[in-house]
């Protein structure tokens, strides 16, 4: 069992930067692959950021490539997501989740723990 508690969202201009963190419960953090995914009112939730359980072989989405660099500390049982150079479509409430396999991570429905999610707004 994972527990997943997000944190770090908040309202910034446009062109500002966060850095959300997601804290996890559990001796088995290190096993999971982490992710990102973002859900904007009325669509569905999306893609964002990706991560082994190495922390290696970060992968993103097309629209956060360049400005978003996840990481992950498996001393700390927590996964990071820097944004920068933040837009307006980039608010969202935005959820870190856990799943078993790096292959599988670009897809929600194959997780199998999230967090609540933390709430980012881009004012322009």
């Known amino acids: 069992q994972v527990q997943l508690v997000e944190s770090g969202g908040g309202l910034v201009q446009a062109g500002g930067s966060l850095r959300l963190s997601c804290a996890a419960s559990g001796r088995t953090f290190s096993r999971y692959t982490m992710g990102w995914f973002r859900q904007a009112p009325g669509k569905e939730r999306e893609f964002v950021a990706t991560?082994?359980?190495?922390?290696?072989?970060?992968y993103y989405a097309d629209s956060v490539k360049g400005r978003f660099t996840i990481s992950r500390d498996n001393a700390k049982n927590t996964v990071y997501l820097q944004m920068n150079t933040l837009k307006p479509e980039d608010t969202a409430t935005y959820y870190c989740?856990?799943?078993?396999?790096?292959?599988?991570?670009?897809?929600?429905?194959?997780?199998?723990?999230w967090g609540q999610g933390t709430q980012v707004t881009v004012s322009s």
């Open positions: 991560i082994d359980q190495n922390g290696r072989s970060p």
């Open positions: 989740g856990a799943a078993l396999y790096y292959s599988d991570s670009l897809i929600s429905t194959n997780y199998d723990y």
